[in-house]
């Protein structure tokens, strides 16, 4: 059998690290190394990247700690270094023989889709007697919205409960995860929703070591109390200690985080004081890949503690640099990509995903990972954006790692985006034009 290294070199040099969907890519830093193989079909490529994911998957089958992807079918966004999230999974859920515990912000599938796979796997996981627990967030459970949860109630052994955060918080249930057994964590920026298993850029991670997974648990029972009964209360629990474990052959150690403050077992877990104690530590570099980044609230107040902390690494020497969707182009994170741009040492920059060949996808084709690399060995990777409503009044996850083989991984990710072809470098000069990502212009 072909070693791993053999089958990671054999996909970038036959389809340039692109995309699996049998679509030639567009044009990219990459798309150099596709022309150079003009006689691959599009089954061969799709074969060996198929190979190449399953033997990766394989290859860290039993590792406490592996991270997945999703990217925009049709562009060389993907990296061969990174597993896929759809086979994650299934396999994942396939697997299952007792419990499947899901907490979603909302869940919405098309046919033919790699998230229908997905929920067949619920099927067949139900059918075999595994008792399903699944939560989504009541302000996403309308309309088109509303047809999978219908779907989803029906299915036997599995129960449905809607969280009214807001009516709590103010905000919304927006973590994504869903654990195994009780022993296995899967979670990360993809929401249950077939759009973001092939259409959006996102990051996930799956963990195995006990001390994370229960503290993750703790915030689930929490949650599927409150579903029922918003007056419930809190489960609380000791606070989690860093887990050491095996990362690709080094030592790594592994922090659980999570929000809003006041609804966490152990207040200690709240993530925003830990990711601006990680940006306080920079001493080089700082890369952060989101969705968005603001400094205003949702009311209209103020949220500055990690812009604080981002301006104060780059006045020390830190070389920042912010990869957001094209979606910041309205005027609520524009304005803040703008006043960061004329700041030494930070740089903001879009990313601008072009039209699938089937036509506009609302909603999709545009960066929703959440990750950041701080130096050489630091990684955060959470369900948050970068906007003061997501720390103190919503429900996010994540974790911190120290880790300077996934430190090398996310930035191998990051570096592949930021010097892609799909780049906006934002100018403080310039006026941008909103962009409408619920219908086509």
């Known amino acids: 059998m072909r070693s791993i290294e053999t089958l990671l070199l054999c996909s970038c040099l036959v389809c340039g690290c692109a995309s699996t969907s049998g679509t030639p890519a567009p044009e990219s830093a990459d798309s150099s190394q596709v022309s150079e193989a003009p006689t691959a079909s599009a089954s061969s490529l799709k074969k060996v990247a198929s190979m190449n994911d399953d033997m990766l998957r394989q290859s860290q089958s039993s590792a406490d700690l592996m991270i997945y992807e999703s990217w925009p079918q049709e562009t060389t966004l993907n990296n061969a270094h990174i597993a896929d999230v759809v086979p994650v999974w299934v396999e994942a859920i396939d697997s299952a023989q007792s419990t499947l515990d899901f907490e979603e912000y909302y869940a919405i599938s098309e046919a033919g889709t790699g998230l229908a796979k997905v929920v067949d796997a619920l099927k067949r996981a139900a059918d075999r007697g595994v008792k399903i627990r699944f939560i989504i967030d009541s302000n996403m459970t309308k309309d088109d919205n509303g047809v999978l949860p219908e779907e989803l109630a029906k299915i036997p052994n599995l ?5 009214r955060f807001k009516d709590m918080t103010g905000g919304i249930q927006h973590a994504k995860f869903f654990i195994v057994d009780g022993k296995t964590l899967y979670f990360g920026s993809q929401n249950f ?11 996930g991670a799956r963990l195995r070591p006990a001390e994370i997974v229960d503290a993750i648990k703790h915030i689930f029972e929490t949650d599927w109390q409150l579903a029922e009964n918003t007056e419930a209360g809190v489960q609380t629990a000791a606070c989690p200690n860093p887990v050491k474990t095996d990362y690709h052959g080094e030592e790594a150690t592994i922090s659980v985080v999570a929000s809003p403050k006041g609804y966490l077992p152990c207040e200690d877990m709240w993530d925003l004081p830990k990711i601006i104690d990680i940006i306080g530590s920079a001493k080089k570099s700082i890369a952060i890949q989101l969705l968005n980044y603001a400094t205003e609230n949702y009311d209209h107040t103020m949220f500055t503690e990690l812009d604080d902390a981002l301006t104060a690494a780059a006045a020390r020497g830190v070389k ?4 957001v969707s094209d979606w910041s182009t309205r005027p609520k ?6 006043r960061l741009a004329t700041i030494e040492n930070i ?3 879009m990313l601008e995903v072009p039209e699938h060949s089937s036509g506009f996808v609302p909603y999709s084709r545009t960066i929703h990972s959440k990750f950041m690399v701080v130096d ?5 990777i959470g369900t948050s954006n970068w906007a003061g409503d997501y720390f103190y009044k919503s429900r996010n996850i994540g974790i911190i790692v120290n880790s300077t083989k996934l430190n090398q991984e996310l930035t191998q990710s990051f570096d592949h985006y930021w010097n892609s072809s799909y780049i906006i470098t934002v100018d403080p000069e310039k006026t941008y034009k909103a962009k409408n990502q619920a219908k086509k212009e």
């Open 193 to 203: 929703d077939w759009r973001s298993l092939e259409q959006i850029s996102e990051m």
């Open 320 to 323: 920042v640099r912010l990869l």
């Open 333 to 338: 994170y524009i304005k803040d990509l703008k």
């Open 376 to 380: 050489d060995a630091d990684s955060w």
């Open 347 to 349: 740089e903001p920059r």
């Open 159 to 163: 129960e449905l409960r809607i969280i």
